[in-house]
């Protein structure tokens, strides 16, 4: 599938196709539909009975056998990850498990196998940046020189992240992503309630989980943080712990917070929370920024523990009272 | 026949077709001429410049029917065989994908046997690094007493992994990265015979942006091509390739230095709009802020032909030097905390709002004219704003130096008017013109000391070291907070260690030594007496000399006495010598001398020694002693002998010690 804001890229690609490299490396911010690019990409080099524009025809063999991941002549080479967490894009600040050697291996050894049907042999790498270094350097090889037909999609976030040994073997291929207003149509095509807001909270990329439960919490959070008083603050904590949300979430939601706090403090920009203008206009006034990066340093501690099953509740309450001496001082003049 | 890609279709079959490695062609054709044979090569040298290509030569060389020779015919059935990669007497061993012991084990066990059809039996491990401990062992006993007919080529981009023991037995060959004029040359070449059209200007670009490396260059032509529907031209190269200079970090620190959040969010937005990765922004903005720090302690040491030099020194001029060091250290744990942020850009955006949240501008209103305050007292010292605040006088002041910043990306920086109105001038839309190479500050690149051993053939990256080993040049004691205890509230004390943003051991660590001894023998309690010594003064003011650093490096010394200095300046630096810079020299002069100095600052050339150039001198000379070690050294003297092995004097770097 192809979202409304790659059409160009695809176009872009299709000129490519007559000088095919050994590797593209796809590269865009995340939650911009990298991997789908990627996929539909694969589909249409294994589709048997292409359409106008390359687009792959959905109902040949090829493209039956992609669409239930039995094709034999495609292999995708990814972290092992949850039945549930497949086929969705690496989440930021989430540490995902890592992409190790033997399955790269296992790879090699695939791409040395001749096709099962006539066409060629794809793999598709996501995301690149996990590979581990045992991992990666073993993909050297066979990038520089693959066996004929075979044809490796690498998605990452920045080449740079790569080992520079993996990028030079690679020809890169910048992904669009998508304006603020086909980001918002197609939300609203989704039927995503209050698009606009949860764009602007997913920081304008628009491929996220939509969970309105979720999104009904966050919004009683950063009422919360509008108002900071001790009373708010203990109820803060409280409601994130009778829902046993990880910690991960509420310190998204902070860290996001911080974020606009400070921007709109010390650069007068609002990044996540527009619709909450006035309040953070509010507060700024009482914002000390030198508090304020010491309370994003206990959130930068925390963070790596998102995922623990610690004490979720005195965390956060920890957390939260750095969070106050934000607003201690008053205003200085 | 499907496209091949120009890296594969136009790797060198012959010595003769190489670019770029001639010292290792003359090197090994001398021997293969000659028949001394190694048992054991090792090629070493950055992803792309030629190891493998080298590797299957010399299997070629050693095996072609015509005999042994540095020119395979390239037509008898071995050469044809091992072109093609089914040469059954040539292993290419992939060490990354054959990590383990069993492997190597195995090949070591058919190296006994003799060759079926070649003279030789080769085996190229490519990627050695990435062997197991127990494979590098296994492998030991063979490279000892290797079977006569056996040869090892070993190729790695990183011989530190590479144990010493394997090393010790091997010949070794140090590739260098290509030139820029190299790679631009070359691609040149090969769009003639590919019969593509092309601009020059545009070969010019990709040679920089491949940093090195031939592969790089080649693959870039590749997407050049397809980028541009088969034409390559300058336009498009450069659509493409992005970023490939520093231009945006100038403009980054420069907001910076102006306190302007809105135009560093809007830089910001627009790097991400590039798709300029923002973990390689924070990691050039620290190389930059190194070499910044070298600009303020060490101006000599920045290069004269450094690209960015003029702006460099302007930028020096706008950021006192204790907060380049807390820059610094924020772009270094930033670029740690960017896979913690939200998002990479949130986490970018918070990087540049820590910095401004510790500007003098926020934390301590006055604290540009007064450098000295250190940050940690400055931060414990909050002055809360609403709005970006406006810069100060003092930051304001550096017109020439702003005018300096915005006609940066000209293609003459030097000879552009200073005399522009720094609004107008910064807002400029920079004309993108010659971009400086990617690689030209690569922090990685460790600091060869120039008297040492030196393996088989004595050779350097051809680039010329634009950068100066920043943290190896002034190696005194790291900036300690304990320094300025007396300085700071008793009361502040107990919040210090809250305040300090980070971790302080953790900082050292990644911090390059800043010239911070004058804070130790500033103490001193008898009444200063100067001497006349103009650089010698220069150099005990050091980081207090803050903005007025460039002044103070670029005179000489006129006439003086206890109570009234005169300097003269030459009018290349006529800039640097305003009344703000005259004002901070005062300031700095009267704290050493304990009393208020007359300060007269003319302009005109004397044709004497200033301390900038005493610097340059004293490095020259340290050079040429390096120079004549190396020369008069006989294991060099043996290489440049026997192996045809050049020194290339102006890769030579003198060890700085202090
Ligand atoms: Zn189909
Ligand atoms: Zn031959």
Excluded at chain 2, 39 to 65: D, F, M, P, Q, W
Excluded at chain 2, 251 to 275: F, W
Excluded at chain 2, 307 to 316: G, K, Q, T, V
Aim: aromatic fraction near 6%; glycine fraction near 6%; proline fraction near 7%.
């Amino acid at each position: 599938m192809l979202f409304p804001w790659q059409l160009q890229d695809w176009q872009r690609l299709n000129a490519e196709r007559a000088r095919l490299p050994n590797a593209w490396l796809f590269i865009g911010p995340a939650g911009t539909g990298k991997l789908e690019f990627a996929l539909h990409l694969a589909q249409s080099l294994l589709c048997e009975q292409l359409q106008a524009d390359y687009q792959p025809c959905g109902h040949c063999k090829g493209c039956r056998w992609f669409e239930h991941g039995t094709h034999p002549d495609f292999r995708r080479l990814s972290p092992q990850t949850d039945d549930e967490e497949e086929g969705k894009e690496a989440k930021p600040g989430r540490k995902l498990p890592l992409i190790k050697i033997e399955a790269v291996r296992q790879v090699i050894e695939f791409a040395h196998l001749t096709a099962h049907r006539a066409g060629q042999r794809i793999v598709v790498v996501e995301p690149a940046e996990n590979l581990n270094p045992a991992a990666a350097n073993a993909l050297l090889k066979i990038l520089e020189e693959p066996p004929q037909d075979v044809l490796f999609l690498l998605v990452a976030q920045a080449a740079q992240r790569l080992l520079p040994t993996i990028r030079s073997r690679c020809r890169q291929f910048p992904l669009s992503a998508p304006s603020p207003a086909q980001a918002l149509d197609w939300l609203r095509q989704q039927g995503v309630s209050n698009a606009e807001a949860e764009l602007a909270h997913n920081g304008g990329a628009p491929l996220f989980d939509h969970d309105p439960v979720l999104a009904k919490l966050r919004s009683q959070f950063i009422d919360g943080l509008g108002q900071p008083t001790f009373a708010s603050i203990l109820n803060l904590a409280e409601l994130v712990d009778k829902q046993k949300l990880p910690l991960a979430i509420p310190l998204g939601w902070l860290g996001k917070w911080l974020h606009d706090l400070a921007g709109l403090s010390l650069a007068g920009i609002v990044r996540y929370h527009p619709e909450q203008q006035a309040v953070l206009q509010q507060l700024v006034l009482r914002c000390d920024p030198v508090a304020l990066m010491r309370c994003q340093d206990a959130l930068q501690q925390l963070a790596p523990f998102g995922q623990h099953t610690l004490n979720t509740r005195l965390q956060l309450e920890a957390l939260l009272m750095d969070y106050l001496k934000i607003f201690a001082g008053g205003r200085q003049g | 026949m499907s496209y091949q890609v120009l890296a594969r279709k136009w790797r060198p079959k012959r010595f003769a077709d190489l670019v770029g490695q001639e010292h290792v062609v003359r090197a090994l054709s001398n021997a293969l001429n000659e028949e001394r044979l190694h048992h054991a090569y090792l090629l070493t040298g950055t992803r792309g410049v030629g190891k493998t290509t080298i590797a299957r030569i010399l299997a070629k060389s050693l095996n072609c029917e015509t005999g042994t020779t540095a020119e395979p015919c390239g037509e008898c059935s071995a050469c044809r065989q091992i072109d093609a990669g089914r040469f059954v007497d040539l292993l290419e061993i992939d060490a990354a994908s054959n990590t383990g012991i069993d492997n190597i084990r195995e090949v070591l066990e058919n190296a006994q046997y003799a060759p079926t059809s070649g003279r030789f039996k080769v085996y190229i491990i490519d990627e050695v690094h990435m062997l197991s401990k127990s494979a590098f062992n296994a492998m030991l006993k063979t490279l000892e007493e290797p079977p006569a007919h056996v040869k090892f080529i070993l190729a790695t981009t990183d011989p530190q992994k590479v144990p010493v023991t394997v090393l010790s037995r091997c010949l070794q060959f140090s590739l260098r990265n290509m030139t820029p004029q190299q790679v631009a040359g070359h691609l040149a070449h090969v769009l003639e015979v590919e019969q593509q059209s092309f601009e020059p200007a545009a070969l010019a670009l990709l040679g920089r942006a491949a940093a090195g490396s031939m592969r790089d260059a080649l693959s870039l032509l590749d997407q050049a091509i397809a980028y541009g529907m088969g034409e390559v031209r300058e336009e498009g190269v450069r659509a493409m390739l992005g970023a490939v200079d520093r231009r945006y970090l100038f403009v980054l620190l420069d907001a910076l230095a102006a306190a302007d959040g809105p135009r560093l969010m809007a830089e910001a937005e627009q790097l991400a709009q590039r798709g300029i990765g923002f973990d390689s922004v924070l990691a050039e903005m620290a190389v930059l802020l190194q070499q910044l720090a070298m600009a303020q302690t060490v101006p000599a040491a920045i290069a004269d032909d450094e690209p960015e030099r003029e702006a460099l020194f302007a930028l020096a001029s706008l950021i006192a030097p204790q907060d380049v060091q807390l820059y610094y250290q924020i772009a270094i744990h930033g670029r740690k905390d960017l896979a913690l942020a939200p998002d990479e850009h949130a986490g970018f955006n918070m990087t540049l709002l820590r910095m401004l949240a510790f500007h003098p501008a926020h934390a301590q209103p006055d604290s540009v004219a007064a450098p000295r305050s250190n940050t940690a007292a400055a931060a414990t010292r909050p002055a809360p704003v609403a709005m970006p605040a406006q810069p100060d006088a003092g930051v304001d002041g550096s017109a020439a130096a702003r005018a300096l910043l915005a006609g940066l990306g000209n293609r003459k920086p030097a000879s552009r008017p200073a005399a522009q109105e720094p609004g107008t001038a910064a807002d400029a839309e920079p004309e993108p013109a010659a971009p400086a190479p990617l690689a030209a500050p690569a922090p990685a690149q460790p600091v060869t000391p120039a008297v040492s051993a030196v393996s088989a053939v004595a050779v350097a990256p051809a680039e010329p070291v634009v950068t100066a080993p920043a943290p190896a040049v002034i190696a005194q004691a790291a900036p300690s907070v304990a320094a300025d205890d007396d300085e700071r509230d008793d009361e502040d004390e107990t919040e210090l260690d809250n305040t300090a943003p980070w971790d302080e051991t953790e900082a050292e660590e990644a911090m390059p030594a800043y010239a911070m001894a004058e804070e130790s023998t500033a103490v001193d309690a008898a009444p200063y007496q100067f001497d006349g010594d103009w650089g010698g003064l220069v150099t005990q003011l050091g980081t207090r000399l803050g903005a007025s650093r460039m002044l103070a490096h670029n005179a000489v010394l006129k006439g003086w006495s206890q109570s009234r200095l005169e300097l003269a300046v030459p009018d290349s630096f006529r800039h640097m010598a305003t009344r703000d810079y005259q004002e901070k020299l005062k300031t700095a002069l009267a704290e050493q001398f304990g009393h208020t100095v007359e300060l007269v600052v003319t302009i005109e050339e004397l044709g004497l020694e200033t301390p900038a150039m005493q610097g340059a001198r004293h490095r020259q000379e340290q050079l040429a002693q390096a120079r004549i070690c190396l020369e008069n050294d006989p294991v060099i003297q043996q290489l440049v002998r026997d192996m045809g092995a050049t020194l290339i004097a102006e890769t030579i770097q003198p060890v700085q010690e202090l």
